[in-house]
């Protein structure tokens, strides 16, 4: 499955910038950038950029998790909106005391991957996948050159939202992933008692993993971040299942805040 394992950015061009300045501001290479943002005709002229169009930028960090770069006239609130997500989970897992300042150039985590097309893909196909819609997809990817609903081109890297609550935003198991026993689940959480819940399903409903918690490294109302690994209780009755993320309720353990991950056993 072609999800990029190394980190990418999206950045606002402004005027004046060119490929180069680009890649060598943010260590990643012309080519690179071209290919992932199908710089090429039919598109433009080759390499050919417009200020606020909108690029994906490759780098070699290894960490899928994308950061958006803050450009004028971004808020807090566009930026929750363009990744179907929420103010105080972005402002929380960026350690921002006020959502209302926020910084051009400022790089900001955001609940989102870099999957690279394939010849076959549609972006119906790539939705179903990983359990997004199509129109959060286009959302993730409004304004950057070379993206349309109706073409889409090989070895594109395209912007996907990855699932979230409002208390809770799983960073590990990338939606779609391969899942074994022992693997890891990560991610961060403003949960009461700092105690995140997680369980493994598989599609037929059969609990592969029962429940477990781990402990967030803050409190709320901060948001922490967790990591555990989730040892396979029974085998998988099915190829895929869902790994659910939550949180219980204080007053009655009812389930809350619940992200589901899709995963392939």
Do not use: C
Not at 111 to 126: C, E, H, K, M, Q
Request: glycine residues 6%.
């Amino acid at each position: 499955m072609p999800v990029i394992s190394k980190k990418g950015l999206i950045y606002t061009v402004k005027s004046g910038d060119t490929l180069y300045a680009i890649a060598s501001r943010f260590g990643s290479a012309v080519d690179a950038i071209e290919r992932a943002n199908h710089l090429y005709p039919p598109v433009t002229d080759r390499g050919l950029i417009f200020p606020d169009d909108v690029l994906a930028i490759p780098t070699s960090t290894s960490n899928p998790i994308i950061s958006h770069i803050v450009t004028n006239g971004d808020t807090l609130m566009a930026i929750a909106q363009t990744f179907n997500t929420y103010v105080d989970l972005l402002a929380g897992v960026n350690n921002i005391s006020n959502p209302n300042l926020i910084s051009v150039g400022q790089s900001l985590v955001v609940p989102a991957f870099t999957y690279r097309i394939v010849s076959g893909d549609t972006l119906y196909s790539i939705a179903r996948r990983f359990g997004v819609s199509v129109a959060e997809i286009e959302e993730a990817n409004a304004d950057r050159p070379g993206f349309q609903r109706d073409v889409i081109w090989p070895d594109y890297h395209l912007i996907i939202p990855i699932p979230t609550s409002r208390n809770i935003f799983v960073t590990r198991p990338l939606p779609d992933s391969s899942f074994n026993s022992g693997d890891k689940v990560e991610g961060y959480a403003r949960v009461f008692e700092a105690v995140v819940t997680f369980q493994l399903r598989d599609r037929n409903g059969v609990v592969v993993s029962n429940e477990r918690f781990a402990m967030t490294d803050k409190g709320a109302p901060a948001y922490g971040f967790f990591s555990s690994t989730v040892p396979f209780d029974r085998q998988p009755t099915s190829s895929s299942g869902e790994l659910w993320v939550y949180s219980r309720s204080a007053k009655d353990g009812s389930i809350q805040d619940l992200v589901k991950i899709k995963v392939n056993f």
